[in-house]
């Protein structure tokens, strides 16, 4: 491995990725390599992780290999390395012959410098492997190797071979699937010699978290996407039937938006993905199939429609937005029908003790009263130290009351129809609903019939899975979902043990307080009209937008409005071929859009009086100003006195007779009241017009 300095390092990641600061762990990782250690990398979904063998790659004499799982992905990562002036190539095996031998040539005279392969068409690389030098080999996603993971791969178990074959190149393995016995798996697999381990947060804290009752979610996510217009993001369905429902009910309603699932076409899949990465479609509802081969890093939001089964599949998912580090939004809805279908699934599963501890877990992270995201990191073994302030619990912490009275009222009616009755009906009974269910069952004959009217319906749904999450109820998934008492509750019935409640904030004001937060997040014209600019050049050239730069880069850009060459290379993400194939483009916009908001500014902020006076100064007659300025020409008269008034340097003596003037001055001795102009008007019988006194008083008010 050759040696190689930090400033080789910075010049080479400035100059093709364009950033100057190296993330977390990345410069580690690549020190690593170049003493020549085996890596395994443990790093969240947009991370950084690419760059911990791309930027080696482009420093590095013979060639890098990576193996990665899906075409589309390496199709992405190469068109990303290609706009950035690095010469790649992927291989597949439904390449032409005469493809892959372009491919292989361009290897042997070193314009490729990393070369993508899928594990199951690296057969078709004996040869040139045999010609050239391999530098480094990256094995991405490599959980997939591990029977453990969820991403289990058969192609990926014959991986061993790479280390027997290169004993000597150094081999870089990476993922985001953080437990224990994948981790070994990987290293034990792959054969790698001592590795170091590089672990890094989970944390991503730009991901905003929030969790909502499951109550009218089509309603709430069309007010959200309506909230965002331009904002590219994924909803997580758990039924193919949802993700088409919803995406007709979006699509309605004129958003752009598409249903993906395992049943539909390999073709409309893979459309469907194109058209999301390309920003032309601007929602997608999925089931969890979607996601892995996207590398898109401008998603806004993500929202997942239904409890997901486990953490490590819900951070996955949220972890798909907000890549570029930009604040983006996630939001999951949660129901206990979801709960239950979940539960039912579970217990078919092979599995069944696992899944369901998984998604208890999960259900305490919905139904968390203290930081999110604490909850979430400690789930992989991280403590934070603060809460985040970036979860909804931080931003609207819960307020509690003794809610005793309340607790026993819905406890005791769960007694009295003998734990035999799901929530709606227990909830029906307290408000004293007049339904079938209520009178063919006789329960308005039950004491508490009617005694929670006071609360309305989905605040006593509230109360009660509040009661469920602290034990005192349970539901009973197998006899029909009814509600059952447990020791807790007996305490709080019989034994005087208090019971405490969040209040229930309301919906209005959650969402002007959200609102609010929008606002202030709102881009600029200007942040709109560089992504404008983006996705027509990107049309243009036939690769995602977010490829030429990405939400981040534009934000900066809005930020810093560079407007000539060498404030533009100082961007993050502006690397040498950027700034050839785009600086002038973005350039020129962002000068365009300063001139144009300076002229509307100075307009906007001269006052009209003082337009009018620059005209009349600048030579012009009062008549051509009414023309010029379609104002009356009292009112021109007006502004010019005014002028005079503030500042003497108008030349208003010229647009009044000598004798005229002498007339008013006489007038003002003479009147009673000669602050007004009416008392002048009648003083001259009506012969004066009122412009000419008000030109006059102005001059004589010196
Ligand atoms: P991962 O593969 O870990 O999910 P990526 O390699 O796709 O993550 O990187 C995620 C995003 O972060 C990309 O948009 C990438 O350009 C950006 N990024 C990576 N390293 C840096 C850095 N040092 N400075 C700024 N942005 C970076
Ligand atoms: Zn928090």
New binding site residues.
């Given amino acids: 491995m050759p040696e190689i300095s930090d400033s080789q390092l910075y010049k080479n990641l400035k100059e093709y990725?364009g950033?100057s600061?190296?993330?977390q762990q990345?410069k580690e990782i690549i020190t690593a390599i170049f003493k020549g250690n085996d890596n395994l990398v443990i790093?969240p979904?947009?991370?950084?992780?690419?760059?911990c063998y791309q930027l080696p790659a482009t420093l590095l004499n013979g060639l890098t290999l990576v193996i990665s799982p899906l075409i589309a992905l390496m199709k992405d990562q190469v068109d990303g390395l290609r706009a950035n002036g690095i010469g790649a190539a992927f291989i597949n095996s439904s390449q032409a012959a005469e493809d892959q031998h372009a491919i292989f040539n361009a290897i042997l005279t070193n314009e490729i410098k990393l070369l993508y392969v899928a594990p199951e068409s690296l057969s078709q690389l004996e040869g040139i492997l045999n010609q050239t030098t391999l530098s480094l080999i990256a094995i991405d996603e490599a959980h997939c190797i591990s029977a453990w993971g969820h991403d289990f791969r058969p192609a990926y178990t014959q991986l061993g071979f790479l280390k027997n074959r290169f004993p000597h190149t150094p081999i870089i393995a990476l993922t985001?699937t953080a437990d224990k016995a994948t981790r070994e798996d990987i290293s034990k697999q792959l054969n790698l010699n001592h590795p170091t381990l590089h672990l890094s947060s989970f944390d991503r804290p730009n991901l905003s978290l929030s969790v909502r009752p499951g109550i009218d979610r089509v309603k709430k996510i069309l007010e959200f996407v309506d909230d965002h217009p331009n904002d590219s993001g994924i909803i997580y369905c758990l039924s193919r039937k949802t993700t088409e429902n919803l995406a007709e009910k979006l699509d309605s309603a004129g958003f752009k938006a598409k249903a993906y699932h395992a049943g539909l076409g390999h073709h409309v899949r893979e459309q469907v993905q194109n058209e999301f990465i390309n920003d032309q479609l601007q929602i997608v509802c999925a089931t969890v199939a979607f996601g892995m081969g996207i590398?898109k890093?401008n998603v806004r939001w993500v929202i997942h429609y239904n409890l997901p089964k486990n953490i490590e599949g819900y951070y996955q998912e949220i972890g798909r937005a907000g890549?570029?580090?930009v604040p983006s939004e996630t939001i999951l809805f949660h129901s206990y029908a979801d709960v239950v279908q979940l539960q039912q699934f579970a217990t078919k599963s092979g599995n069944t003790e696992v899944q369901l501890a998984k998604l208890d877990r999960m259900q305490q992270y919905a139904d968390a009263l203290s930081c999110r995201r604490k909850v979430l990191l400690s789930y992989f073994g991280e403590l934070p130290e603060k809460d985040c302030g970036n979860c909804d619990v931080c931003k609207h912490p819960p307020t509690f009351f003794d809610g005793t009275i309340l607790a026993q009222k819905a406890l005791s009616t769960i007694a009295r129809v003998k734990q035999n009755e799901p929530l709606a009906t227990i909830i029906d009974i307290l408000r004293g609903a007049q339904n079938a269910t209520i009178l063919d069952k006789g329960f308005t004959q039950i004491s508490t019939y009617g005694i929670g009217n006071d609360v309305s319906w989905k605040h006593w749904q509230q109360y009660i899975i509040q009661l469920i999450n602290q034990g005192a109820i349970e539901i009973a998934f197998h006899e029909k979902n009814h509600l059952k008492l447990t020791p807790i509750a007996k305490k709080i019935l019989f034994e005087k043990q208090t019971v405490n409640l969040a209040k229930i904030i309301e919906k209005a004001a959650l969402k002007t307080a959200a609102k609010k937060e929008i606002s202030v997040k709102k881009s600029t014209d200007l942040f709109e009209r560089l992504r404008l600019l983006r996705l027509k050049l990107s049309r243009e050239e036939e690769i995602p937008a977010y490829q030429i730069f990405?939400d981040a880069s534009l934000k900066e850009m809005e930020q810093a409005r560079p407007m000539t060459d060498d404030e533009f290379i100082q961007i993050?993400g502006v690397g040498k071929k950027k700034m050839q194939d785009y600086g002038h483009d973005f350039i020129s916009e962002i000068i365009a859009f300063h001139k144009e908001k300076n002229t509307s500014k100075k307009a906007k902020k001269e006052p009209t009086y003082i337009t009018s006076a620059n005209l009349f100064k600048n030579g012009l007659s009062i008549a051509d100003i009414v023309l010029e300025r379609k104002i009356a020409e009292t009112t021109i008269l007006s502004h010019l006195c005014k002028a005079y008034e503030m500042d003497k340097s108008i030349a208003l003596e010229k647009l009044i007779d000598p004798v005229d003037l002498k007339a008013i001055e006489k007038a003002k001795t003479a009147l009673e009241n000669p602050n007004a102009l009416r008392p002048y008007f009648e003083y001259f019988k009506e012969e004066m017009p009122y412009s000419t006194i008000r030109i006059g008083l102005a001059i004589l008010s010196n």
């Fill in positions: 990725f950033y600061e190296f993330r990345q790093m979904t947009g991370g950084g992780k690419s760059i985001a590398d890093s890549r570029d580090g990405s993050s």
